[in-house]
Nanobody, 124 residues
Framework: QVQVVESGGGLVQAGGSLRLSCAAS????????MGWFRQAPGKEREFVAA????????YYADSVKGRFIISRENAKNTVYLQMNSLKPEDTAVYYC?????????????????WGQGTQVTVSS
């Protein structure tokens, strides 16, 4: 089993920034990619960003490209999501997940273990 824990969510004004953290532990030998997804009330879960664990290649949703940055810190088994220029429409529960894809994937079915989610609220 893989344990995934997110942190860093909170309330921020439009135009502000937040950095989310995601730590994975346990049986992670099949984990090659880690990704961030989000789900707003009444909406479907959508892809945000993903990163390859070893090579560091990244993939972003068009809605966050140029504003969000995903990165990794291998020594801490941790990935980060730096969110800048936040908009009210970014308000959602953000989930971190581990996947077996060899390339960064934006498909939720490529991910197997998910964190509990962290709330991000952007006020106008």
């Amino acid at each position: 089993q893989v344990q995934v824990v997110e942190s860093g969510g909170g309330l921020v004004q439009a135009g502000g920034s937040l950095r989310l953290s995601c730590a994975a532990s346990g049986r992670t030998f099949r984990t090659y990619t880690m990704g961030w997804f989000r789900q707003a009330p009444g909406k479907e879960r959508e892809f945000v960003a993903a990163i390859n664990w070893s090579g560091g290649s990244t993939y972003y949703a068009d809605s966050v490209k140029g504003r969000f940055i995903i990165s990794r810190e291998n020594a801490k088994n941790t990935v980060y999501l730096q969110m800048n220029s936040l908009k009210p429409e970014d308000t959602a529960v953000y989930y971190c997940a581990t996947g077996t894809s060899l390339v960064p994937s934006g498909k939720s079915y490529d991910y197997d273990y998910w964190g509990q989610g962290t709330q991000v609220t952007v006020s106008s």
